[in-house]
């Protein structure tokens, strides 16, 4: 189950720092947390995640919360080259760049049971709409369960 976006108009520095978060986690997760996200490629990237659970769903007929997030690749794209005149007459290089992002899911059948799949939280079995605050909330409070945890 892939979706891809070719041709994004924003650096694919820019758009790996959204991409990563979201790797590895279940689908309804990445979700909640790319609208609460404050990057500009998360739009993007979330309008490109329902189109791969859409695939999933025509082609496989597997359910949103069967899903994860197995691979966000961003390539480059093509370099859009302008130019800026500048002083003396002079022509500086402005260089636009673009990205090309493909995700892949796979659904959690495929995948071996780990100790992290075991215990699933309250945030990612739950249906993706959901206010921002009350989402910004959940997501603060697995993180602090989670360093809980790791202190122990």
């Known amino acids: 189950m892939k979706a891809i976006l070719r041709s994004y108009r924003q650096a694919p520095r820019k758009v ?3 991409a990563n978060l979201i790797k590895g986690k279940t689908v309804p997760r ?12 998360s739009g993007p990237m979330k309008k490109l995640l329902m189109s791969a659970v ?7 007929g597997i359910a ?12 480059q794209g093509t370099i859009l080259k302008r130019s800026m005149p500048k002083s003396h007459g002079t022509a500086h290089p ?3 760049h673009t990205s090309h992002i493909m995700i892949e899911l796979i659904a ?3 995948i071996a049971p780990s100790k992290k799949m075991a215990k699933k939280t309250e945030l990612e079995v739950e249906a993706p709409k959901v206010s921002k605050k009350t989402a910004l909330a959940k997501v603060k409070a697995v993180a602090k369960v989670k360093a809980a945890k790791k202190t122990k």
């Open 16 to 18: 790996r720092l959204v």
């Open 30 to 41: 990445a979700l909640v947390e790319l609208d609460v996200l404050p990057k500009r490629a």
């Open 54 to 60: 859409a695939n999933a769903k025509e082609n496989d």
């Open 64 to 75: 949103l919360v069967d899903l994860f997030v197995k691979e966000v690749r961003v390539d």
């Open 94 to 96: 402005i260089h636009k």
């Open 108 to 110: 959690s059948a495929d």
